[in-house]
């Protein structure tokens, strides 16, 4: 059950949960804001937390409402597409359902009649088998490095995340997004949700871990953040 509080000009999504400590988020694209409470904790010291980080709120929600936003994909002739951080421009052609790309163009193959949808569904299963040849060998990399073990990764649309993991059951989700940036981005989200098996918050020691493995990982991570948001 959600409980919406109002704090100035600002609402926010309340969340009692059976946790230990208060998380609180700000999710693209509108800033919506959420905070996930322990049980335990009264409507009254969640507002005090809220009043407490109302600075922070505003001024993550300043950065999203400004981030630059990408218009919808329509799938149409010359619209442009990105692959692991190059851009090209789809060209329609009828045959039997393929993707293939180009030196600045990506060739979508579909039935003459297919409608904006199928093509969608086309290149979101392209990408996908693109994530899942790129993934496996960053997986293999990273369990000889830190000497642990998959058992199975997932991608997958995530509206808020690049990626998330369990350790419990040893598996990490990917956001099919990560397909249309840098390659260095993939392997920074892997290596950081790895990692969540040894170290499972963001603390000092998890950041050590990233320095020591990837010293270049603040400026990837800086990319992803300042990506630009998706309107559909």
Same mark, same amino acid.
Request: proline share 6%; glycine share 4%.
């Given at each position: 059950?959600? +409980?919406?509080?109002?704090?100035?000009?600002?609402?926010?999504?309340?969340?009692?949960?059976?946790?230990?400590?208060?998380?609180?988020?700000?999710? /693209?694209?509108?800033?919506?804001?959420?905070?996930?409470?322990?049980?335990?904790?009264?409507?009254?010291?969640?507002?005090?937390?809220?009043?407490?980080?109302?600075?922070?709120?505003?001024?993550?929600?300043?950065?999203?409402?400004?981030?630059?936003?990408? /218009?919808?994909?329509?799938?149409?002739?010359?619209?442009?597409?990105?692959?692991?951080?190059?851009?090209?421009?789809?060209?329609?052609?009828?045959?039997?359902?393929?993707?293939?790309?180009?030196?600045?163009?990506? %060739?979508?193959?579909?039935?003459?009649?297919?409608?904006?949808?199928?093509?969608?569904?086309?290149?979101?299963?392209?990408?996908?088998?693109?994530?899942?040849?790129?993934?496996?060998?960053?997986?293999?990399?990273?369990?000889?490095?830190?000497?642990?073990? %998959?058992?199975?990764?997932?991608?997958?649309?995530?509206?808020?995340?690049?990626?998330?993991?369990? /350790?419990?059951?040893? +598996?990490?989700?990917?956001?099919?997004?990560?397909?249309?940036?840098?390659?260095?981005?993939?392997?920074?989200?892997?290596?950081?949700?790895?990692?969540?098996?040894?170290?499972?918050?963001?603390?000092?020691?998890?950041?050590?871990?990233?320095?020591?493995?990837?010293?270049?990982?603040?400026?990837?991570?800086?990319?992803?953040?300042?990506?630009?948001?998706?309107?559909?």
């Amino acid at each position: 059950m959600i +409980t919406v509080l109002d704090i100035g000009e600002v609402s926010v999504d309340v969340v009692f949960k059976d946790i230990k400590n208060v998380h609180l988020s700000v999710y /693209p694209p509108t800033g919506r804001i959420r905070i996930s409470a322990p049980s335990r904790m009264t409507l009254d010291n969640v507002r005090l937390f809220a009043i407490s980080k109302l600075g922070w709120i505003k001024k993550q929600r300043g950065k999203l409402l400004s981030q630059e936003r990408e /218009p919808a994909r329509e799938f149409l002739e010359r619209e442009s597409h990105y692959v692991w951080g190059r851009r090209y421009l789809l060209r329609l052609e009828v045959g039997n359902p393929a993707v293939e790309l180009g030196h600045r163009d990506m %060739v979508l193959r579909a039935d003459g009649d297919s409608p904006p949808e199928r093509r969608r569904d086309l290149l979101e299963e392209w990408y996908r088998r693109e994530m899942r040849m790129a993934v496996a060998p960053l997986v293999r990399k990273w369990e000889s490095a830190l000497d642990i073990h %998959v058992s199975r990764f997932f991608i997958q649309r995530m509206k808020t995340k690049w990626g998330s993991s369990n /350790p419990v059951r040893r +598996t990490i989700r990917l956001n099919l997004e990560l397909a249309k940036k840098p390659p260095e981005c993939l392997d920074y989200i892997v290596l950081h949700e790895m990692l969540h098996f040894i170290v499972p918050n963001h603390s000092t020691r998890f950041q050590a871990l990233l320095d020591e493995n990837q010293p270049g990982w603040r400026h990837l991570r800086q990319v992803l953040n300042e990506s630009p948001l998706l309107y559909n």
